[in-house]
DNA sequence: TGCGGCAACTCATCAGACAAGTCAATGCAG
DNA sequence: CTGCATTGACTTGTCTGATGAGTTGCCGCA
């Protein structure tokens, strides 16, 4: 009961080898370390950062599990070189949004089939006056768009007529206005979209009305995959962006080195 | 390439803390250790593994690291609770377990197919080393087989490199411990079943291992529909049983009144 | 020159010690 | 009897010193 208090008011956690993880963290992922590269022994590390071997160790541990460094036994330490497999195999901590819309495409895709199969009269009814409003809204301010979208299409997964399932979309939804990440992303991109959700949502509703499973699972695939193109857009334009300014970084690093 | 094979094979270069990871996650993500409850204290891990005390601690840093643990000096270390799940805690209505099957069909058969895609070496080792102790396990005491099962489940959803997924599968696997209903049925069958559950985990870890897809994504469907058949046929046997008591006891019912 | 073997260096693990924080039971003062 | 301070057992955090085991490069020998 007081447990949750107690675990929010422990303070920052000062462990030592917090501090040797964040400071070698900083250098690896800005460049001072580069991969491939082999980290200070431990015993010069010790050095360093005044703490005894053990604290090192501990570091190193979390460097390793990170996926940023990889320990080989009687040789050193070395920086690890893929950066995919180090997101991956950290617990990352916030989501992605190409993640979200890939596990939204499995789940809703079925959902929207079933819905077509098993969707009371009254459901129906309900999710034709969700879109009856968010025709009258988007007309209006489309300030908060996604709170309709996300009603709606909970409202299919509903429909489905399995709990299991509507708990996962909504714990979706609710994983993408947690994430600063997601959100931000797709709310931008639902305002600069001219992705015509409108209509596909409408197209899914009629497969429902018309019991059609298929066209109902069609509907839903195509409304996800422009969603998903949209992101894609959207990144592949900002990863360039990136992309210039890490190309610019790495020529001034070989000028540097050059000018020894 | 044969490289691969000898570094998998290569058991003992596996560091130690590592073992003692694995385990305890294990027993984490197979709520044997459930959210709030405190690990036993580093001096009985010593014990238990038969490690020093640095080994547990590099351990403890480990689970620290991957967000499932929080030690609190002076006090104990202290399970974490999952977001998904405590969302998922909320809406406390009772799960069927037939709605659990048919969403963890839907979501976990393509997962195994993103696994077969994306799995990292290590994931897919992982991945037999869980196996190859269900197999022991399975000669020995079949009390906690699930737990086994569910941890081979979660290494699968994880190898999709889809963290959502990964936290759908693990939110539904909790739904059914927390589902009274759910959890002792699917028990039940899992100890009466003449199910080859093994096998099926094998036929999906081979498939993975192969990279194969299509494959994976029959191999998960069709021990799911498995599952889902032993428990609709238990269903039925349950309900006819249902029945016969009903009737015995209206048949009493109605000779005590007839009695008086 | 070529090669085996040795030595130095590395990480991996263990054992024991002490500091510091937590928590509950105990005992004393009011 | 109640309330509060103390104490003591238990826990994690950190340090020290020692041994084992793998890697690497150098040096001397053939």
Redesign the interface.
């Known amino acids: 009961m007081a ?1 949750e208090d107690e ?1 929010t008011r ?1 303070a920052p ?1 000062a462990r030592l ?1 917090r501090h040797v993880i964040d400071v070698l963290r900083a250098e690896i992922e800005g460049a001072v370390l580069r991969p491939g590269d082999r980290l200070p022994s431990e015993k010069r590390l010790v050095e360093r950062f005044n703490v005894s071997r ?1 604290t090192i ?2 570091a190193v ?2 460097l390793e ?2 996926g940023l460094v990889e320990p080989r ?1 009687g040789s050193g330490v070395f920086v690890r070189s893929n950066r995919v ?1 180090q997101a ?6 916030d ?2 949004p190409v ?2 819309i ?2 939204r495409r ?2 809703e895709v ?1 959902t929207a089939a079933l819905a077509a199969l098993e969707a009371t009269d009254e459901q129906i009814a309900a999710m034709r006056d969700i879109l009856a409003d968010m025709d009258k809204e988007e007309r209006a301010e489309g300030s908060a768009e996604w709170i309709a979208d996300r009603v709606f299409h909970l409202a299919i997964a509903r429909a489905s007529q ?4 509507a ?2 979309v ?3 939804w ?2 993408r206005r ?1 994430s600063p990440l997601s959100h931000e992303m797709l709310e931008r991109i639902a305002r600069a979209g001219q992705t015509p959700r409108i209509a596909d949502h409408h197209r899914i509703l009629e497969a429902i009305e018309k019991r059609d499973p298929a066209a109902a699972r069609r509907a839903m695939r195509a409304h996800l995959d422009r969603v998903m193109a949209d992101l894609l857009d959207f990144t592949e334009l900002e990863a360039k962006e990136r992309v210039s300014t890490e190309i610019a970084h790495r020529r001034e690093t070989a000028r540097r080195r050059a000018a020894l």
């Open positions: 447990r675990r422990n956690s080898y053990l160790r501990e541990i979390g599990i990170l036994h497999t991956a195999q950290a617990g990352s901590l989501i992605g993640e979200l890939e596990a499995i789940v079925q399995n709990a299991v399932l708990m996962m909504e714990a979706m609710d994983l947690r």
